[in-house]
């Protein structure tokens, strides 16, 4: 921890963050961390790529699928509360 903070400190574009080491080792967020995986490989690869205006156009996008995601979970949730009020059922895991 004290290497990554030493390196984040000494070079200005070291890409690992040391509360990254944190987050796969506590209960709440290891199953979301192959998804924090996944959004920061997807942030790099747009940067590298198309740069600064690549990934400001590209945050509407990515904003849209958490928000959808969100509701159609909470959208399944009364639907299976209408149809079913008597056994529920699991809509999502978290």
Request: proline residues 6%; contains cysteine.
């Amino acid at each position: 921890m004290s290497l990554l903070i030493l390196l984040r400190c000494q070079f200005t574009g070291f890409p690992f963050h040391p509360i990254g080491f944190v987050f796969p080792f506590t209960y709440l967020t290891r199953p979301a961390f192959t998804s924090f995986l996944i959004a920061w490989l997807a942030k790099l690869l747009i940067l590298g790529i198309g740069g600064i205006g690549l990934y400001r156009r590209t945050q509407p996008l990515f904003l849209g699928l958490a928000v959808s995601y969100a509701f159609g979970v909470g959208l399944s949730y009364v639907v299976d509360w209408v149809c079913s009020p008597s056994s529920a059922h699991i809509i999502h895991s978290w």
